[in-house]
T-cell receptor, first 113, second 113 residues
Framework: AQSVTQLGSHVSVSEGALVLLRCNYS??????LFWYVQYPNQGLQLLLK??????LVKGINGFEAEFKKSETSFHLTKPSAHMSDAAEYFC???????????FGAGTRLAVHP | EAGVTQFPSHSVIEKGQTVTLRCDPISGHDNLYWYRRVMGKEIKFLLHFVKESKQDESGMPNNRFLAERTGGTYSTLKVQPAELEDSGVYFC???????????FGPGTRLTVT
């Protein structure tokens, strides 16, 4: 069965510091992988996705993630955090192409001055 | 282009009452998904419509939940009778068959007292 593990329910960084949000997945077939972000009082917004091809994918707002099959990981990074990045981030996987999403528990990112 | 909309944004009902949540997908999106996030837990899949047909309802928790999608347009999710454990945020998402990416609505926060 598919599953997603996000390490760390809360992550706190200083403004300008590296953001690293960890995601590991399990899937019996090649997965499609996603990162979504939820800002306060808003819905989920797609940050980036991996389907096939290049394993380093770039998304909106300077975020990127790398698909590492050998490590079953899809960690999200941003070189320099901004105050506006404070939100909750969700990693998700779908099997067999675009299909229902299986989500991790979410990581709440706090950015302090 | 209008995004996915959900109504109401908040609902507070008593145990045993009935509540109906509505989702209007993005125009032209054949796929419609319902998800739920119980407080502190991960977002979980409930069901998937393709046009007016239920493609996958494996995530529906029990027969107190009834989902419909009239004419392949908007969808409703009825909970009858509501129980305390039904409290949470209910998200709707839609996608176009070709592009596949799911676009989420802002969610309906349901509180059962």
């Amino acid at each position: 069965a598919q599953s997603v593990t996000q390490l760390g329910s809360h992550v706190s960084v200083s403004e300008g510091a590296l953001v690293l949000l960890r995601c590991n997945y399990s899937s019996s077939v090649p997965p499609y992988l996603f990162w979504y972000v939820q800002y306060p009082n808003q819905g989920l917004q797609l940050l980036l996705k991996y389907t096939t091809g290049a394993t380093l994918v770039k998304g909106i707002n300077g975020f990127e993630a790398e698909f590492k099959k050998s490590e079953t990981s899809f960690h999200l990074t941003k070189p320099s955090a901004h105050m506006s990045d404070a939100a909750e981030y969700f990693c998700a996987v779908s099997e067999g192409g675009y299909n229902k999403l299986i989500f991790g528990a979410g990581t709440r990112l706090a950015v302090h001055p | 282009e209008a995004g996915v909309t959900q109504f109401p944004s908040h609902s507070v009902i008593e145990k045993g009452q009935t509540v109906t949540l509505r989702c209007d997908p993005i125009s032209g999106h054949d796929n419609l998904y319902w998800y739920r996030r119980v407080m502190g837990k991960e977002i979980k899949f409930l069901l998937h419509f393709v046009k007016e047909s239920k493609q996958d309802e494996s995530g529906m928790p029990n027969n107190r939940f009834l989902a419909e999608r009239t004419g392949g347009t908007y969808s409703t999710l009825k909970v009858q009778p509501a129980e305390l454990e039904d409290s949470g945020v209910y998200f709707c998402a839609s996608s176009h068959t070709k592009s596949g990416e799911q676009y989420f609505g802002p969610g309906t926060r349901l509180t059962v007292t």
